[in-house]
């Protein structure tokens, strides 16, 4: 049922079922009731029935009352909206259990009533109605295997015992943990029917494969399990869930489908059984192959240990309980010490390891009669697994050596590249000042060949504008033979001469050796010259004003 607003959202719907209550009628004859303010306009009221509810026709039990059925609609006043709007809201925020089909109800030493149903378990505290659920979700921070609860008991330590279709659940309450119980812990199954405690504090617990005896210890997580089935005398596998009762003499009664079971605890066999090894298998070679080769005796009990190779390390024990009460109701437990660190189920009488590393194993095996009493001390065959020659610590001091000698090698290879480096490098250095040194000496060649070409181009020049300003032709006077020979210096210097054949026919000669050589005394000739030629000139001057 659903109401909706014009709009099409929903204003009010109904839960689902386990929100809901029975007034009478069938079971899926629920009631739910809800207060909401409506605001004036249309509305959309939906309702689905199924045939068992039609009008007039019901094929399931009836409700006493026509009103228990259907859609009922009032109008409330404001006082009685704000009655009854409190009521409700407070409901609904309350805790309710999850189960409607309750298979048990159990009031624990602290006055809590714990109730079992198919929903999950549901803890109440009557005094306050406050209800706390226990459901396979972890929200409230501890979950049960299984919501299907059929029953509910407390041991003498204040634990909570809680029978399931999926495991048997321990709740301990001071350490607010649950644990699980299954057939790999010693159940015959997990599908548990009912709860009963003995006088002595032992926990019997009926399921679809028979009953079991659950002897609990407060100093152990794992109790000891003993499973009864119809070779013991039940009437059957099978047993119903919940029934079970204690009557005041201390009889536990459990009912099955072909009758039930009453019988009272008494004491049990505690006689241990012998353990001993029926077979012993190294790299697929039995026992009887062995002998001689491995193993110095062939009663297989009387070996206090295996030495062997590091490629003999697939091993296989075979073991046995021997226990002749009840044998089938034997059992065995198996572990290697390096390997295992639980107990392993030896049903199967063989414990296969492979690909063993090299080292030191103890293999255990324990085993229990019929009654559920497991020996004290286990048997054991110590294993020495040796390591291969290139495996051991000797050979490791050896890698070792190689390794450190490894390094020094390279450490020296290294030095010795780098001298070798460094010496090709010095002679490269030196090669590439070597190189440095002829290209200097090159360049430097070169300067002074410009510098003495130069030098010999101004030479030239010097030589030249000194040849330049001789005379080219001797004075002819008559009674007079003069004659000249000149040769300039190879670095030309600043000699000269020169005549002069004034108006009155004196003849002057000019000698000069100017300081230096090259272009500055080829400049100072040229000077000295232009001033001659100058006066020479103003002595012809003079002379024709004299004349004149």
Known sequence: MALESAEGETLWTMKELEETFKASGAIKNRHQIGIIKLQKGRYKLSFITDDSHSVDSYNQVAPQDSLYWGVELYALSEDEYSKYYPVLTEDENQTYMLGTNVMSLFESSDNKIWAATLGGLSEIDPETMLIKNYTTSED?????????????????????????????????????EILVFREKDGLPSSNLRALL????????????????K???SDSSKTPIFINYDVRDGLQGYTFIGNAAIKDSDGKLYFSGPDGFNAFKPGTTDKSLPKIVFTNLSVSNKSADNLYNDLLETKDLNEIPELNLAYNQNDISFEFSSVHFARPDKNRLQYKMEGIDEEWHDGSRRIATYTNLDPGDYVFKVRGSNGDGFWTEEPKTINVSITPAWWNNTYAYIGYGLIFFGFLFGVRKFEMERRSKMSEYKQSELRAEAAELKAKAAEAERKLLEAENERKSQELEEARSLQLSMLP??????????????????????????????????????????????????????????SLFNVLGTKSKYYSRRFTK
């Open 472 to 529: 080219k032709e001797l004075p002819q006077l008559p009674n007079l033979d003069i004659a000249v020979y000149m040769k300039t210096a190879t670095e030309v210097g600043g000699d000269y001469y020169d005549f002069h054949v004034g108006i009155d026919g004196v003849l002057t000669v000019v000698l000069g050796d100017a300081t230096g050589h090259g272009m500055k005394a080829g400049t100072m000739v040229t000077t000295t010259k």
């Open 214 to 216: 659950v002897e609990i």
């Open 197 to 212: 405690l003995d006088d002595d504090g032992n926990l019997w617990v009926s399921s679809i494969k028979g009953i079991s």
């Open 140 to 176: 409230s921070g501890l979950s049960i295997s299984n919501v299907s609860v059929h029953d509910v008991c407390e041991d003498n330590f204040g634990n909570i015992w809680i029978a399931t279709e999926d495991g048997l659940n321990k709740f301990d309450r001071a350490k607010n």
